[in-house]
Every structure is written in C-alpha cells, then in structure tokens.
C-alpha cells in the first residue's frame, strides 16, 4: 500500500541548532511533496511545496535560508531547520500527493527546543 | 487571504450519540478534503468531497460549494472516534497546497 514515512518521530534540540528530518513516499510515486508545520495551538501551516519538475516553493514567513529543502526524487524529501528556536518548535508534517487529490501524510517528526 | 473555519471548537459526546462537524471556507475551493489527526499527531485523510454528499462508513460529508461549506456527520459515535477533525481546502486543484482549519476537538465518552 501507499505510505510516507517520516524519520525521526521525535527530537529535541538545544536552542540555535539544527536539525533535520526526513519523508519518504513508499508504494506509489509522488508529483507533490510538501512540508508542513503545526506549532502548539495553531494549525497547520505550509512551510514549502516541491512539484514535479518545478522548485520548490516556500510560503510566507518560511524561507529556504531558515528551512533548507532537499529532495533527489520526489520520493525522498528531507528538511532541515537551521538554528532552531523556541518559535520552531511543534510537529512538522510531510505530505505527498499521487497525481489526483487523494493525499498521504506521514506520522510526522515532533520537534522540541530547549 | 484564503481561510477556513470549523465549528465547534470542540465537542463533547456519549458514545453512540452522532456528531456534526461544520467547515466554512472564505473563496473557491477546487478541492476540500476532512482530515481525522489522532491524539499523537498523526494525520489521516478521512473523505475528500469538494461538492456534494459522499459516504463513508459511520462518515457523511456533506458539501454546498456555493455556500462555500462542508459539514462532516459521525454516526453512532465510539470512543476511538476521539481526536481533531481538521477540514482542509485546496483553492488550486491538484497543487498539493492544502490550508487548513483550525478543527473540532472530538471527546467521546463511554
């Protein structure tokens, strides 16, 4: 079956460095990866949306600068959130599109700050 | 900007009551997806119905595009059926950029 794995599950990090986290589509391929955030309280956000053949799109209030967006395929996706602070922290989700609407999202890499 | 918002906040049951779950959006939404996020975090999509009215199990959704809502029906609700109910739209059909609501926390009690 269809599933996007996200590694690691949880992680702490000392506050200014960085980490970074991984997302990989198993059993279908994607035509679009994108990178979300929810912080304590609020909903998710956009952080960055990869398509096929285009670069990557980063939001408002994120920029490659701060949330580095590696991807070989559209399969494999890894992030990093450089100099992490308290405002970084929350559950950062990856989702990955199959070419309709019918989206798949990983468990999500939960991101704490001390 | 685009918005979505989800009535009530939150919600509180007894098992085998029904719950309904409400989603306004401010503009055209091509695509409009509810979205079930367990209390660990993990997110799973639950039924994507940009109009209409779409079945699935003890789910019904319910959209009047139009009237720019969706509304999201659990029959005979059980315990397990506790966490958030996100309602998400999609306003550029098949671009993966998905805003959300802030959702509904569901409790159900035994």
């Known amino acids: 079956g269809a599933l996007v794995y996200q590694y690691p599950r949880r992680t702490i990090c000392k506050s200014g460095t960085s980490m970074r986290m991984e997302c990989q589509a198993v059993g279908f391929q994607a035509t679009s990866v994108a990178w979300y955030r929810q912080s304590p309280q609020k909903t998710f956000e956009l952080i960055a949306l990869?398509?096929?053949?285009?670069?990557?799109?980063?939001e408002q209030n994120f920029t490659q600068e701060k949330f580095p967006i590696s991807h070989p395929n559209l399969s494999f996706s890894s992030m990093t959130v450089l100099n992490a602070y308290l405002e970084d922290r929350g559950l950062y989700l990856c989702?990955?599109?199959?070419?309709?609407?019918?989206?798949?999202f990983g468990k999500g890499t939960r991101l704490t700050v001390v | 900007g685009q918005q979505v918002q989800q009535s009530p906040a939150s919600l509180v049951l007894q098992e085998g009551e029904n719950a309904e779950l409400q989603c306004n959006f401010s503009s055209t939404a091509t695509q409009l997806q509810w979205f079930y996020q367990s209390p660990g975090g993990s997110l799973v999509s639950l039924l994507s119905?940009?109009?209409g009215t779409k079945h699935t199990g003890r789910l019904t959704s319910t959209t009047v595009t139009k009237e720019r809502r969706s509304s999201l029906h659990i029959s005979s609700s059980q315990t397990t059926d506790s966490g958030t109910y996100l309602c998400?739209?999609?306003?550029?059909?098949?671009?993966?950029?998905?805003?959300f609501g802030q959702g509904t926390k569901l409790s159900i009690k035994p």
């Open positions: 998400a739209i999609d306003p550029n059909y098949n671009q993966g950029k998905l805003i």
């Open positions: 990869s398509t096929v053949n285009s670069a990557i799109k980063y």
């Open positions: 119905n940009p109009s």
């Open positions: 989702g990955a599109w199959t070419g309709g609407s019918e989206v798949f």
